[in-house]
């Protein structure tokens, strides 16, 4: 197992090999992330009238696990089962630094060390990060806990990409990218064809490249098409650790202050301070539930000079102080 590479991963090594893939399963994982990335595989075998693949899903207690739907999902196998797998991906959702406790991390470090490749779905990226195992490989992971991971592993090399794969590390930004994903795998291992009758079979009309953004485009999630205005948002999106003044953004965009007021004004109904500070609590909201990160490590991670003002300013818009927000959490 320790020459394959990701593109030899699900090839077959003989006419009669079936290629075995594992599921390991985190509490709170996304249902839609594991569904698109094994039903690819149940529609290969059908469409090719033979078994390709077969797949063991399995959890750290060997018992059913909680998506995070609220739904439980029966496991097949137990965690021997993983180490009879040519790759193993690691599926999570929210919550993720919750549920990687000491013995996932230890499951997860045995498999590698038996030359089984290792992948990770949506937020089980954090897991392998944690683990030590992608040392100085380029990774994704969806892209809400982008900016946590860049908090707490400054020296990897997040991207905001569908998947990733270097070297014999694959990573998913989950999702529906699950389904790009391991389309891209099928390809590699049994042509393009087949991954294309996949893809028509569940009504995707087009495999996406690795390198497709995450995010719909600014324009459509604004419901705004002005280009100076959406370069200002977008602007704002880049820059919330260290917010710029109203002054600098405006002269970014080769706007006075009060057009760039009554741009806001007009198509978004929000004075652009406003708009810049609910996206900076956004984000602090994001990181007070899904990390342990200090509060005030939060504050300034989020562009706030210090605890008191960030807290003032979280309560005035949520209700509640942030202390509060992850007691509740």
């Known amino acids: ?39 690819p595989l149940r529609a290969a075998n059908r469409l090719r009238e033979q078994p390709l693949f077969s797949w063991v899903a399995t959890h750290i207690s060997d018992a059913s696990v909680r998506a995070s739907n609220g739904l439980e999902v029966s496991i097949n196998s137990s965690l ?4 009879k797998c040519r790759l193993v991906l690691i599926c999570s959702g929210t919550n993720v630094e919750k549920h990687t406790d ?3 991390l230890a499951i997860v470090r045995r498999l590698e060390r038996n030359g089984i490749t290792i992948g990770a779905v949506c937020s089980g990226t954090y897991v392998l990060a944690k683990a030590g195992m992608l040392g100085e490989r380029r990774c994704t992971i969806h892209w809400e806990n982008i900016d946590a991971m860049r908090e707490e592993f400054p020296h990897l090399e ?8 270097d070297g014999t590390h694959i990573t998913c930004s989950g999702g529906t990218a699950a389904l790009d994903m391991m389309l891209h795998l099928i390809s590699q291992a049994h042509g393009a064809k087949l991954a294309a009758e996949i893809s028509e079979t569940f009504i995707h009309d087009r ?5 497709d953004r995450q995010r719909i485009e600014l324009r459509s999630r604004l419901g705004v098409s002005h280009p100076k ?14 917010p710029l003044s109203q002054t600098e953004l405006a002269e970014q965009a080769n706007l006075s202050t009060r057009q760039l007021e009554r741009l806001f004004k007009k198509y978004m109904q929000i004075t652009p301070t406003r708009h810049y500070l609910n996206l900076r609590l956004a984000r602090a909201r994001y990181l007070l539930r899904q990390t342990s990160m ?6 300034l991670a989020c562009g706030f000079i210090s605890a008191s003002h960030f807290s003032k300013c979280y309560r005035e818009t949520y209700g509640c102080t942030p202390r509060a927000e992850r007691e509740t959490n």
Do not use: C, W, Y
């Not at 021997?80 to 180490?83: C, H, P, V, Y």
């Not at 200090?294 to 504050?299: F, N, R, T, Y």
């Open 158 to 165: 997040i991207t905001t990409d569908l998947f990733e794969i």
């Open 80 to 83: 021997d089962a993983l180490f």
């Open 102 to 104: 000491k013995a996932t």
């Open 294 to 299: 200090s509060i005030l490590s939060v504050a």
């Open 207 to 211: 495999i996406r490249d690795s390198h």
């Open 229 to 242: 205005l959406l370069m200002v948002v977008a602007n704002m999106e880049a820059n919330l650790e260290e």
């Open 1 to 39: 197992m320790k020459g394959d590479t990701i593109k030899d991963m699900l090839k077959p090594r003989s006419e009669l090999d079936t290629v075995q893939v594992g599921f390991l399963l985190l509490n709170d994982f996304s249902l839609l992330a594991f569904s698109a990335a094994v039903e």
